[in-house]
Nanobody, 123 residues
Framework: QVQLVESGGGLVQAGGSLRLSCAASGRTFSSYAMDWFRQAPGKEREFVAA????????YYGDSVKGRFTISRDNAQNTVYLQMKSLKPEDTAVYYC????????????????WGKGTLVTVSS
């Protein structure tokens, strides 16, 4: 069992930056591919970014490509999402999720979820 706890959300002006963290419990963090998803009010959950177990491979959703960076520190059992050039449309609850399966780019593939952290970008 893995527990995930997000932090780092808050209110930021458009053009600003935030770094989200997701701390994982357990000793097998490096066995999990990790993703970030987000859900804005009234919208479906959206894929943001994913990182492989080693951290050597990353993927990004089209809406955040070039602005967000996912990274992980397996020694610290933590995955990060650095967000730059934030836009009002980035406002959402951000969730981290993990899986030890072979498919790791879809919310349906995730085995573990955090409770989310709210990011609000003001115009």
């Amino acid at each position: 069992q893995v527990q995930l706890v997000e932090s780092g959300g808050g209110l930021v002006q458009a053009g600003g930056s935030l770094r989200l963290s997701c701390a994982a419990s357990g000793r097998t963090f490096s066995s999990y591919a990790m993703d970030w998803f987000r859900q804005a009010p009234g919208k479906e959950r959206e894929f943001v970014a994913a990182i492989s177990r080693s951290g050597g491979t990353t993927y990004y959703g089209d809406s955040v490509k070039g602005r967000f960076t996912i990274s992980r520190d397996n020694a610290q059992n933590t995955v990060y999402l650095q967000m730059k050039s934030l836009k009002p449309e980035d406002t959402a609850v951000y969730y981290c999720a993990g899986t030890d399966g072979t498919s790791w780019l879809s919310s349906r593939s995730m085995d573990y979820w955090g409770k989310g952290t709210l990011v609000t970008v003001s115009s």
